[in-house]
């Protein structure tokens, strides 16, 4: 069903598979749990496994894919502002909303200053490789944090002084219709239809 939506979406499979290895450290963990889980239950190629291990380590697989999955088929439909202003139409804190918005906005910017600040390093002829050339990255790291924080003032000044209250405009304000309601649900009214299903089929 996952796959469907990304298909109707017109989202390329590398796209969500190259994303999908920030789930990586999950998958590492949950191999674990068979070998951890309990006692040994069945043997496996001369291994000891436990099923509690088993049956866990598929949950953790499972509902981490389809969390990454659906995450990254967000992203890709739906820009920021949006995110956000639905994020607050579900009673998200503002304040948090807006420091996410300005996070994402800002990200941009902090990594050209970081670009900035290596291009001028490497000018220089320091190109640090060994662990004990690392005090000019830190004294660098707390330039930029300094350099950071001050933009972010001058910025905020800027926006108060042109009537910012706390949120920023959205362009064009959007109302889902009903149409668009039955296509939200229908993937996770699938998926409870399945759940049941497999419930009902258990054996008695």
Same mark, same amino acid.
């Given at each position: ?86 994020? $607050?139409?579900?009673? !998200? ?23 900035? !600040? ?31 924080? $001050? ?7 800027? !926006? ?12 064009? $304000? ?27 089929m258990q054996p008695i």
């Amino acid at each position: 069903m996952v796959a469907g939506v990304a298909g109707l979406a017109g989202i390329p499979p590398a796209h969500v598979g190259k994303r999908l290895g920030f789930e990586a450290p999950f998958l590492l963990f949950a191999l674990t749990l068979p070998l951890v889980g309990g006692a040994p239950d069945i043997n496996f190629v001369g291994v000891g496994l436990s099923v509690d291990g088993l049956w866990a380590s598929w949950n953790i697989i499972v509902k981490a894919t389809l969390g990454f999955s659906l995450s990254i088929i967000l992203a890709a439909t739906t820009p920021i502002a949006e995110l956000l202003h639905g994020l $607050e139409h579900l009673r !998200m804190p503002r304040i948090i909303t807006a420091i996410t918005g300005f996070m994402v906005r800002y990200a941009d910017v902090i990594t050209g200053e970081m670009r900035r !600040m290596r291009i001028a390093r490497e000018s220089r002829a320091f190109n640090p490789r060994w662990f004990w050339e690392g005090r000019p990255l830190a004294a660098a790291a707390g330039t930029l944090f300094i350099r950071s924080y $001050e933009r972010g003032e001058r910025v905020y000044l800027a !926006m108060v002084s042109r009537g910012y209250e706390g949120s920023l405009p959205v362009g064009t $304000e959007h109302s889902a219709s009903i149409a668009q309601w039955a296509a939200a649900l229908t993937l996770p009214v699938a998926g409870g239809v399945v759940a049941v299903l497999a419930w009902l089929m258990q054996p008695i």
